[in-house]
Structures are given as structure tokens and as C-alpha cells.
């Protein structure tokens, strides 16, 4: 018991003795810290502008692959049948969407084909449901957003 109590009492000296090592190990402060009490102001960062989740032609940002009605700005669950939402391509495309003006020097960005010439695809379900596609669109199987495939490449 006289063991336990002396064991006891050394612990806590021990705790006791670190706890403001931080001010004894000669750890220097910015001269520019503030006080304790004194408070700091800080900018806030600019505000993150979203898209619309359509624009100005009507046209979603995110449909559903399976064609049901309506989209969202996000990709998401579809509402009417639990789907992810696909990204829609044409809502950068329409003629009321700004784009920047095109360099008539550079040739047109080339795609790749959804598969190789191995028959590989390009992107593939993580859940390993069999198909894929050219991108990065939700799996026609269970909805969960394809993943790119490195053994495209090869």
C-alpha cells in the first residue's frame, strides 16, 4: 500500500514538473503574438460562387442517366429514381453559356474512345459491375460513379 501511495506521488510530480516545459525549454515566441485577451481579426476568405444548377437555356448541370425527369446542380441521388446524376456536358455547351474565345491556331481537343483497342474501358464501375464508358459518368448498373482505369493505358 506505502508502495502504491510513494508510486502515486512520484507520477504526479512527474506531470506536474511538464506541464509548462514549453515555457522552460526556451521556446521563443513571435514578438508580434497577440496578448491573451487580445483579439485578432482575420479577412475572410472570398465567398466560393457556384454554379446555377441550370443555366440560362434551361439545361441542367446534372442529369440522371437513366433519363428521368429533372437534375440538379450536384452530382447527387436522382429524386425520382435513386440514381447518381451524371454530369451533363451540355450545360457548358450552350450558346447562352460564356466560353472563352478559341484559339484558331490550336487543332480541336481529340477524345478517347470509350474503349481501347483491347477492348478496355476507359472507365469502370469500383463495384465491378461489367461495362464502363469514355468518362467519368454514374454506372448504368448501380448508379455509383465510374472511376478511371489505368489499364486503359497499357
Request: net charge negative; hydrophobic share 30%.
Amino acid at each position: 500500500m506505502k508502495f502504491q501511495t510513494i508510486l502515486f506521488s512520484i507520477t504526479l510530480l512527474i506531470f506536474a514538473g511538464c506541464a509548462n516545459d514549453s515555457k522552460k525549454s526556451g521556446a521563443t515566441t513571435d514578438p508580434s503574438a497577440t496578448q491573451e485577451n487580445e483579439i485578432i481579426q482575420v479577412d475572410a476568405p472570398p465567398p466560393i460562387t457556384e454554379e446555377p444548377a441550370q443555366n440560362s437555356d434551361g439545361i441542367w448541370h446534372y442529369t440522371c442517366p437513366k433519363g428521368c425527369e429533372g437534375g440538379s446542380g450536384k452530382a447527387e441521388a436522382c429524386a425520382t429514381c435513386g440514381t447518381m446524376l451524371a454530369h451533363n456536358q451540355d450545360y457548358h455547351s450552350s450558346a447562352n453559356t460564356p466560353s472563352l474565345s478559341p484559339d484558331i491556331n490550336m487543332p480541336p481537343p481529340t477524345q478517347d474512345p470509350p474503349q481501347n483497342a483491347n477492348g478496355v474501358w476507359h472507365f469502370t464501375c469500383a463495384k465491378g459491375c461489367a461495362g464502363g464508358a469514355g468518362s467519368a459518368i454514374a454506372c448504368s448498373v448501380c448508379g455509383e460513379m465510374l472511376v478511371h482505369n489505368a489499364a486503359y493505358h497499357n
